[in-house]
């Protein structure tokens, strides 16, 4: 039987975390900005985060509201190159298990983000023998999620810091989800997906989910189907 597990960790681990562009539009060599249009997915680059472009860091000082372009300023080179053509981003942190023991993980200074957060409390409806799929992991709850300023942030700054970019990596995780091996893609395209925002995910209220960070982003529900091994149904 796949593991539900090692599936979406291969996923989180095989994704290509790089946003492709053709061209620099725009070039301030005085305030050594660059203006750079968006060729694909943003993945979740947001004002103020440094990304490398070309082994260079960078910081991203705004991302266009229809996320058409963006300008990031160098902060390292005094010369700006305009051949750039890629900016490579970290591979998100995946952790599961229940609220207690990622807690631990989760809390830790030195974490990566994103976070891609999988919740274990899910049911697995097993498919009948001549079926392609040998289970479907039923209402999967998946967290995409980021650091938020407890202090500073008012809505527009949890919609341009945390959950525009993270609906960006959830788009990009289901098209990872769907290339993978082991799931029945065609499922997925019928049957939909839904996600929720969720502006305050650490340190609130909620008892149910409850972190010892202040993480913001994106809540990722669906049925999983995972496919049966060397399968020979049809």
């Given at each position: 039987m796949?593991?539900?597990?090692?599936?979406?960790?291969?996923?989180v681990?095989?994704?290509?975390?790089?946003?492709?562009?053709?061209?620099?539009?725009?070039?301030?060599?005085?305030?050594?900005?660059?203006?750079?249009?968006?060729?694909?997915?943003?993945?979740?680059?947001?004002?103020?985060?440094?990304?490398?472009i070309?082994?260079?860091d960078?910081?991203?000082?705004?991302?266009?509201?229809?996320?058409?372009?963006?300008?990031?300023?160098?902060?390292?080179?005094?010369?700006?190159?305009?051949?750039?053509?890629?900016?490579?981003?970290?591979?998100?942190?995946?952790?599961?298990?229940?609220?207690?023991?990622?807690?631990i993980?989760?809390?830790?200074?030195?974490?990566?983000?994103p976070?891609?957060?999988f919740?274990?409390?899910f049911?697995?409806?097993?498919m009948?023998?001549?079926?392609?799929i040998?289970?479907i992991?039923?209402?999967?709850?998946?967290f995409?999620?980021?650091?938020?300023?407890e202090e500073?942030?008012l809505?527009?700054?949890?919609?341009?810091?945390?959950?525009n970019?993270m609906?960006?990596?959830?788009?990009?995780?289901i098209?990872?989800?769907?290339?993978?091996?082991?799931?029945?893609?065609?499922?997925?395209?019928?049957?939909?997906?839904?996600?929720?925002?969720r502006?305050?995910?650490g340190k609130?209220?909620?008892?149910?989910?409850?972190?010892?960070?202040?993480l913001?982003?994106?809540?990722?529900?669906?049925?999983?189907?995972?496919?049966?091994?060397?399968?020979?149904c049809?």
């Open positions: 796949n593991n539900i597990i090692n599936i979406l960790k291969e996923v681990d095989n994704g290509v975390y790089i946003v492709k562009f053709s061209s620099v539009i725009g070039i301030n060599p005085t305030q050594n900005k660059l203006i750079i249009p968006a060729c694909e997915n943003l993945l979740w680059i947001r004002p103020c985060l440094v990304v490398k070309n082994g260079l960078y910081k991203v000082i705004s991302v266009a509201e229809d996320n058409s372009s963006i300008v990031v300023q160098g902060i390292q080179q005094a010369y700006i190159d305009p051949s750039l053509t890629d900016i490579t981003l970290n591979k998100p942190t995946f952790v599961h298990g229940t609220v207690e023991s990622s807690n993980v989760i809390s830790q200074d030195c974490i990566d983000m976070i891609i957060y919740y274990e409390m049911e697995s409806r097993k009948p023998q001549d079926n392609v040998e289970y992991v039923n209402n999967a709850r998946l995409f999620v980021v650091d938020y300023d500073n942030w809505t527009p700054e949890f919609y341009e810091n945390a959950i970019p609906n960006n990596l959830v788009d990009f995780f098209k990872g989800l769907k290339k993978n091996k082991a799931i029945e893609d065609e499922y997925i395209l019928k049957t939909g997906y839904k996600t929720i925002n502006d305050k995910i609130t209220n909620n008892k149910k989910l409850q972190f010892d960070r202040f913001s982003g994106v809540e990722l529900i669906m049925n999983i189907p995972i496919k049966r091994i060397n399968c020979k049809w």
